[in-house]
């Protein structure tokens, strides 16, 4: 992973975890289930961009890169490593 990537997904997955930190905190008070699942939405939509960010950068280091190799194995291996990792998150 990119320093970059590696940066601000560390950034999104602290701030994850304080949600839910705060998930936990709202259940433990006896909150309004409807704003505890506003709150857990909020938290999967993070989750999603996190999912997002990596997969970006998966493309852009290492898909890219198998690519620019020439080698035909390890470009149909990554092509296909994607295709498994998309097929799974539409799950």
């Given at each position: 992973m990119r320093q970059e990537?590696?940066?601000?997904?560390?950034?999104?997955l602290g701030?994850?975890?304080?949600?839910v930190r705060?998930?936990?905190r709202m259940v433990d008070e006896d909150r309004y289930c409807?704003?505890?699942v506003t709150q857990i939405s909020a938290v999967r939509a993070a989750v999603r961009k996190v999912e997002e960010e990596v997969?970006?950068?998966h493309v852009v280091h290492c898909v890219e890169g198998a690519?620019?190799?020439?080698?035909?194995?390890e470009q149909r291996r990554k092509i296909a490593e994607l295709m498994d990792v998309l097929e799974r998150a539409d799950r």
């Amino acid at each position: 992973m990119r320093q970059e990537a590696k940066t601000t997904t560390l950034k999104r997955l602290g701030r994850i975890e304080g949600q839910v930190r705060g998930l936990a905190r709202m259940v433990d008070e006896d909150r309004y289930c409807i704003d505890i699942v506003t709150q857990i939405s909020a938290v999967r939509a993070a989750v999603r961009k996190v999912e997002e960010e990596v997969l970006r950068d998966h493309v852009v280091h290492c898909v890219e890169g198998a690519i620019a190799s020439g080698n035909k194995g390890e470009q149909r291996r990554k092509i296909a490593e994607l295709m498994d990792v998309l097929e799974r998150a539409d799950r």
